[in-house]
């Protein structure tokens, strides 16, 4: 199957298909990671592992930050949102709602009476703040470095109007520690990186100096359409060829080198890095997230209030961990298609667009409807 | 959530928070150009806006571009509708969609 005939310039994408082909060594099996999952969610919908030759394997990253997330945290933010002793408005994005608790997802809380409200902004859930004195309005916070320069900004609004019943459950994390964690692993062998493209245009391309440097592989930070990762793997495999490793920016058009400083600035005055942090399949990893600084203490909602700090592991039949970490395909989790579907997920890679479950089982099920399509004709 | 929505710059309301008004398709909303605050955008300038706030700025034709991405990847229903439920507005009543008034 391919989806080629939709893409824009069909031709480009069909000689760069070619370029790939001339680059490879036939002999070789190269293993690139797509760090970021808007790139696992593309590479599956536009079915672009058809066009490529089958010795590259892409292997999915870290970078789905529903995913990432343990499933404690969803737990310990509920909790709070639950309590009896103070009414509290739990708002999250959109993406966190079906997420599985283990009492169940926000959306099922709701069901059960517990004020949960999506909202589409941080700001948002600061004006409900705003419009809901008597109530005290509380941030799920996910993400990387793409979102959590909003939510700082929203914390430093929140100041600066003297907003007191507003807070942050903060669970942003930082990419760097999680790609040294993934190549730290024993059992992960990598080529090169795809390297995230709007994470990017926040910390530049400076914090990857170091995979190239130290560890030899090469990056290049691709951008979302089709011919932006077909060129990317393009400019990985000349690279290898000149058996070159350094840090290239596919995505110039949107991702500046120096990243972002005002957003870096926002970032440092609210954040500052966890000791450590615990995240979904790839297990605690030092200074890996954020949290807020003293100076913000009155809007950290893991001090207002008391948060049960629960840890739980994930459903023993389910294989996040080793498809987050790349060990497995998502196929290859015994509930895959089974009991974890995208309409009743048991694992969060079942959830969101980005997570490789989801993206993997609704490419299968496009690449059916083609498959009959065609032998009906 | 990974994904950037672009928009054009209609205006700019300078203050603080420091607001614009975007055109998304043809749906206005205000969304916050604080993380932009070193190059600020002038109207007709197009930004890429992600969870309410414009992050960068972009030419035309990536916007376009942009918009057909979101299209292809079957996220720009998904995308009008994270735009339509900003609620950044100085006026009007904020989504609260459980207890309409």
């Known amino acids: 199957m391919r989806f080629v005939d939709e893409f824009r310039d069909p031709e480009i994408i069909t000689k760069t298909a070619e370029e790939i082909r001339r680059l490879i060594d036939p002999a070789r099996h190269y293993r690139f990671m797509e760090v970021c999952g808007g790139h696992t969610h593309a590479i599956y919908r536009f079915g672009l592992k058809d066009l490529l030759p089958a010795n590259i394997e892409l292997i999915h990253g870290p970078g789905c930050p529903v995913c990432v997330l343990p499933m404690g945290r969803i737990d310990d933010g509920l909790a709070v949102a639950e309590s009896t002793d103070h009414p509290v408005m739990f708002t999250a994005f959109g993406d966190m709602m079906r997420v599985p608790g283990t009492h169940g997802s926000p959306l099922e809380h709701k069901a059960r009476g517990v004020d949960v409200r999506i909202v589409y902004s941080p700001s948002d859930a600061l004006k409900l703040a705003r419009c809901n004195p008597g109530k005290h309005v509380m941030f799920f916070a996910i993400g990387f470095e793409t979102t959590a320069p909003s939510t700082a900004l929203t914390l430093m609004r929140a100041k600066a109007e003297g907003i007191k019943n507003f807070s942050v459950f903060c669970n942003h994390v930082t990419i760097i520690p999680a790609i040294r964690a993934i190549l730290d692993s024993p059992d992960m062998r990598l080529d090169a990186f795809i390297g995230p493209g709007h994470v990017s245009t926040v910390i530049g391309c400076r914090p990857y100096e170091w995979i190239a440097r130290n560890e030899q592989k090469p990056i290049v930070v691709s951008g979302f359409e089709p011919l932006d990762l077909l060129q990317s793997i393009v400019m990985i495999l000349r690279q290898l060829r000149a058996g070159e490793a350094k840090v290239e920016n596919q995505y110039k058009r949107v991702v500046p080198w120096e990243g972002n400083r005002a957003a870096l600035r926002a970032m440092a005055e609210v954040f500052e890095l966890r000791p450590y942090f615990e995240w979904r399949g790839l297990g605690f990893i030092s200074q890996s997230a954020l949290r807020l600084r003293d100076s913000y203490a009155e809007w950290d909602a893991e001090l207002r209030f008391q948060v049960p700090g629960v840890r739980v592991t994930d459903p023993r039949a389910a294989q996040c961990g080793e498809v987050l970490k790349g060990v497995l395909k998502p196929a290859q989790c015994k509930l895959f298609g089974k009991e974890c579907t995208p309409e009743h997920p048991i694992g969060a890679l079942m959830v969101s667009t980005e997570g490789s479950c989801a993206a993997y089982h609704s490419y299968q099920l496009r690449k059916e409807a083609v498959t009959s399509i065609h032998s009906a004709a | ?101």
Not at chain 2, 15 to 37: A, F, M
């Open chain 2, 1 to 101: 959530m990974c994904l950037a929505i672009p928009g054009k710059i209609i205006d700019v309301l300078e203050g603080s928070p420091t607001l614009g008004t975007v055109e998304v398709v043809g749906v206005r909303r205000k969304v916050d150009l604080g993380l932009l605050q070193d190059d600020m955008p002038k109207p007709g300038d197009w930004v890429l806006i992600h969870v309410g706030f414009a992050m960068s700025k972009i030419s035309e034709k990536d916007a376009l571009e942009q918009m057909r991405t979101l299209a292809m990847l079957g996220e720009a229903e998904q995308a009008m509708h994270e735009v339509q439920g900003y609620g950044l507005e100085e006026t009007g009543p904020t989504i609260v969609r459980e207890k309409p008034h």
